[in-house]
């Protein structure tokens, strides 16, 4: 026997509610804030590289061309050839030309140095031409006596002609270098004077080398600016160290001479000694109560006295007013606040 279609309708819908019912429970659970247990995350992918399958490429069989004869491998950076001059003079300590000064002159690229070597003429001057342009570094010396303090740094155009003085100073035998503090010296101060004493010489790169003189007997003298505290003549120390205490009597440059091992003498260049400063002196802050006076504290030249103001009370006169009526008298008196009225009859 087969159902109606109204029967079959009622079928299917049952179902659907029956389906659905499981559903909507748990939607209707989980809004209410009821405990709902849901399924884990799955755990990320790896971020681990894998490894790789390819193996590196074998170079060891590769043929490189040979240097062609008579023909040498360079770096990057070259001095030339080129259309730029690079020239000067060399000088010694007293300012006087040398003579076969070895002149490095080293072009600067990047991290690459290219140099090459000329020799100062009997006047001093050297040249070195046909050079690129670029950033220099110069520096000379004559070994074994004097080399140049600090090189000259500088640019050069490509087509440009550069002038260079260099200025030599003495590095051999016995060499002090004196330090004071502080510095300058103040007259009627005292300051610390450290002398280090070395033995200097010049090789022939151009590198100046110093050995600590240790155990050599030092005496400070001929400095009648100059008053010297603790043990004169000194030895000194492992590192050719020697310390004084000096006092500075005159402002102005105070000669002083070294004496060593009571033989080489050599004049201290020290600082030149400057007047103390002056005191400054603050004054307090001035008094606001009338007819106080105010003077600089103790050691001040100038007192200072400010005027005494005396503070004024305006007075106002009370002013009166008489009106005469025909049938009374009535006199008003205006005073500054209060206005008092009087009828008198007649």
């Known amino acids: 026997m087969l159902a109606s279609p109204g029967a079959a309708g009622g079928a299917r819908g049952a179902l659907r509610s029956a389906v659905a019912a499981p559903a909507v429970a748990a939607l209707l659970a989980a809004c209410s804030g009821g405990d709902v247990a849901l ?11 894998r490894p790789s399958t390819t193996a590196p490429p074998d170079l060891t069989g590769v043929a490189l061309p040979a240097v062609p004869a008579g023909r040498v491998t360079t770096t990057t950076a070259v001095v030339g050839p080129g259309k730029a001059t690079i020239k000067g003079t060399v000088l010694g300590p007293d300012g006087t030309p040398v003579d076969g000064a070895t002149v490095r002159v ?80 103040l007259v009627g101060g005292t300051s610390n ?34 008053s010297v505290g603790l043990a004169n003549p000194t030895v000194t120390d492992a590192g ?11 402002a102005g440059a105070q ?22 400063p002056t005191p400054v002196t603050t004054a307090p802050a001035a008094s ?6 105010t003077s600089r504290p103790p050691g001040s030249t100038t007192p200072t006295t400010r ?29 500054p606040v209060t206005t008092t009225t009087t009828t008198r009859k007649p």
């Open 288 to 293: 606001t109560v009338p007819g106080a006076t």
């Open 193 to 226: 004077l450290v002398l280090q004493l070395s033995n200097r010489s010049v090789d022939p790169n151009g590198v100046v080398n110093g050995v600590a003189m240790a155990g050599a007997t030092v005496e400070l003298a001929g400095g009648s600016g100059w």
């Open 106 to 185: 080293e072009r600067l690229v990047g991290r690459s140095v290219a140099g090459i070597d000329v020799a100062s003429a009997p006047d001093g001057s050297w040249s070195a031409q046909n050079v690129l342009g670029g950033g220099y570094r110069v520096r000379a010396w004559r070994a074994p006596d004097i080399a140049i303090a600090v090189p000259a740094f500088f640019f050069v155009g490509a087509t440009e002609t550069y002038p260079v003085e260099l200025k030599l100073e003495r590095n051999f035998g016995t060499t002090p270098q004196p330090a004071m503090a502080p510095n300058p010296p």
């Open 240 to 250: 050719g160290r020697a310390r004084w205490e000096l006092k500075c009597l005159a």
């Open 307 to 335: 005027p005494v103001t005396t503070p004024t009370t305006p007075t106002t006169r009370p002013v009166t007013t008489t009106t005469t009526i025909p049938a009374a008298t009535t006199t008003t008196t205006t005073r």
């Open 255 to 276: 000669q002083m001479r070294l004496i060593v091992n009571g033989a080489e003498q050599f004049q201290l260049a020290l600082p030149a000694c400057a007047d103390p």
């Open 39 to 49: 399924d884990p995350l799955p755990p990320p992918p790896s971020t681990q590289a």
